[in-house]
């Protein structure tokens, strides 16, 4: 199945803005992580604070909806979703 | 000075009668940093008939950068009152309420009460979830925007029909002090000051239910679609509940 991930800010600096990946059945925000994570040197270590915790300013939207909503990095993913990782900024 | 003339450039598009909306139009300016400052200058020469701006802080030399609403003589200054003096010179039809004063949950009600809309002009998540709070209490809309470096954000939330910044963003993103050019925070508070002219005068469509994301390193633009959490603590179906309660009693 296909997934779209889309980057932004910071993230962008180790990483496409854009990629269609396709990925099996089954899939989950972590398994799609970790498929990331093996293209893009350093996406790791910007993203986690340990292997199962992502660092408080991360992110991830699936379809528009914060997955710390749905659950969490094992999130079902379907075919011809969206997701979107962005480290919300915070200054004024 | 005639007031007819300042707007002859803009009235072609919002009408006389858009004109006098933002005239009677009470927006509350939360920060009077560097988005406030470009909030606050583009609102005020716009026509906005009141200005409430509220800041806690002192002008500093490192303000400058960005924050343009303030001049060299004005370090040392309260912002506010430094504030006041540039939208008063920028035009005279305003009323400035400069409130010194640090926005937190026993003060944000007074604040906020009286005003049609709330901007962000804050620099820290915790005092954004406490005018998200207000915002969802009061039914004000509020305008969120934030910036980092070459990056910045923007959403309009409806309470009620869009999602709240606790839907998008719900745990806060450590305090840092972080890096920030001024041309930033100029391009993410004109944006929410489109929103906050357009929301006044009823024209176009404004930005909800998207998250915009703006990359000035690369000189783009995207908004993402957001959507509503229905047990958001601060404005799922729990909360409602509570606000129904609270409005029998």
């Known amino acids: ?92 | 000075m005639s007031s007819d003339e300042r707007f002859l450039r803009q009235i072609p598009l919002i009408g006389e009668e858009g004109q006098e909306k933002l005239k009677k139009a009470r927006i509350l300016i939360a920060g009077a940093g560097g988005l406030g400052s470009a909030i606050a200058t583009y609102l005020a020469a716009a026509g906005v008939g009141y200005i409430r701006i509220v800041d806690v802080d002192i002008v500093e030399n490192s303000n400058l950068n960005r924050q343009i609403l303030y001049h060299e003589p004005d370090i040392g200054a309260c912002k506010v009152e430094a504030a006041e003096k540039t939208i008063r010179a920028l035009s005279h039809d305003v009323e400035v309420d400069a409130i010194c004063r640090h926005i937190d949950e026993k003060t944000v009600r007074d604040l906020v009460r009286g005003t049609d809309l709330i901007i962000d002009g804050m620099d820290n998540f915790a005092a954004r979830y406490i005018l998200n709070s207000a915002s969802l209490d009061e039914k004000i809309p509020f305008i969120h925007g934030a910036v980092n470096g070459f990056y910045g954000q923007v959403t309009v939330i409806l309470p009620g029909i869009t999602p709240c910044l606790r839907c998008i963003v719900p745990t806060p993103p450590t305090w840092e002090r972080n890096p920030i050019i001024g041309v930033t925070c100029g391009v993410i508070g004109c944006i929410e000051a489109t929103e906050a002219f357009k929301y006044l005068t009823g024209t176009g469509e404004i930005l909800k239910n998207r998250l915009l994301l703006w990359d000035g390193l690369r000189g783009e633009a995207e908004s993402l679609q957001i959507m509503r959490y229905p047990d958001c603590i601060d404005c799922g179906s729990s909360a409602i509940e509570q606000d129904v309660r609270r409005f029998r009693v």
């Open chain 1, 1 to 92: 199945m296909n997934v779209t991930v889309k980057s932004f800010a910071t993230f962008r600096e180790v990483m496409d803005r854009q990629l269609t990946l396709d990925i099996p059945e089954g899939s989950t925000i972590r398994t799609l992580l970790a498929e990331l994570n093996g293209r893009y040197n350093g996406l790791n270590e910007l993203m986690f604070a340990t292997m199962d915790t992502l660092k408080d300013f991360v992110n991830i939207l699936k379809n528009g909806r914060n997955i710390h909503f749905l659950a969490g990095l094992d999130t079902p993913l379907d075919d011809g979703d969206l997701v979107a990782l962005f480290p919300p900024v915070a200054g004024g």
